[in-house]
Antibody, heavy 118, light 110 residues
Framework: EVQLVESGGDFVQPGGSLRLSCAAS????????MNWVRQAPGKGPEWLSY????????FYADSVKGRFTISRDNARNSLYLQMSSLRVEDTALYYC???????????WGQGTLVTVSS | DTVMTQSPLSLSVTPGQPASISCKSS???????????LYWYLQKPGQSPQLLIY???SRLSGVPSRFSGSGSGTDFTLRISRVEAEDVGVYYC????????FGQGTRLEI
């Protein structure tokens, strides 16, 4: 069974940093492109970042460009999101999601909660 | 940014009746490869979004045949032929041609 399990969410003050992880199982992680998507309370999903299979190509939404960094470790079947200069508006449930070629975000984790507040 | 606009924002449907959701994009979603990168997701209460339809009209494996997608260019529609109680939730369209953006969601109630 395909599983994506996010972790690392926490309560952090504005300006702080956090590293999220996504552990993949049930499929050959190194063959799949991956994304981070977040959802603020009561809002719709917001795509944040994409990484290709070997980590050489990444894209970011303008809202996080320069502050967030996506990476992956195929040997550990893991996806990461390094977040810095966090703002109150970064408060959200953060999901990792898998792409299967043209089939975007076909599998999602359950999310990890990030709360940014003073 | 490509803006995705859904309508209506909420929908109340009697079980067994059809439902339709519109999604309009601010730019064409037709790629030079001939594919159109428009997707539909359902987020059931308390759950993560789940993919229903990819590239306008292809149903993901396991998605009931009562769900169908259509459209081209900038105008797209998700139809549910006969709504069931388990279809309750928020439906989102998403484009993946110009990075990725989601619509604001359509809440379906029974």
């Amino acid at each position: 069974e395909v599983q994506l399990v996010e972790s690392g969410g926490d309560f952090v003050q504005p300006g702080g940093s956090l590293r999220l992880s996504c552990a993949a199982s049930g499929f050959t992680f190194s063959n799949y492109e991956m994304n981070w998507v977040r959802q603020a309370p009561g809002k719709g999903p917001e795509w944040l970042s994409y990484i290709n299979v070997n980590g050489a190509t990444t894209f970011y939404a303008d809202s996080v460009k320069g502050r967030f960094t996506i990476s992956r470790d195929n040997a550990r079947n893991s996806l990461y999101l390094q977040m810095s200069s966090l703002r109150v508006e970064d408060t959200a449930l953060y999901y990792c999601a898998r792409d299967e070629g043209d089939i975007k975000a076909d599998k999602w984790g359950q999310g990890t909660l990030v709360t940014v507040s003073s | 940014d490509t803006v995705m606009t859904q309508s209506p924002l909420s929908l109340s449907v009697t079980p067994g009746q059809p439902a339709s959701i519109s999604c309009k994009s601010s730019q064409s979603l037709l790629h030079s490869d001939g594919k159109t990168y428009l997707y539909w997701y359902l987020q059931k209460p308390g759950q993560s979004p789940q993919l229903l339809i990819y590239k306008v009209s292809s149903r993901l494996s396991g998605v009931p045949s009562r769900f169908s997608g259509s459209g081209s260019g900038t105008d797209f529609t998700l139809r549910i032929s006969r709504v069931e109680a388990e279809d309750v939730g928020v439906y989102y369209c998403m484009q993946a041609l110009h990075l990725i953006t989601f619509g604001q969601g359509t809440r379906l109630e029974i």
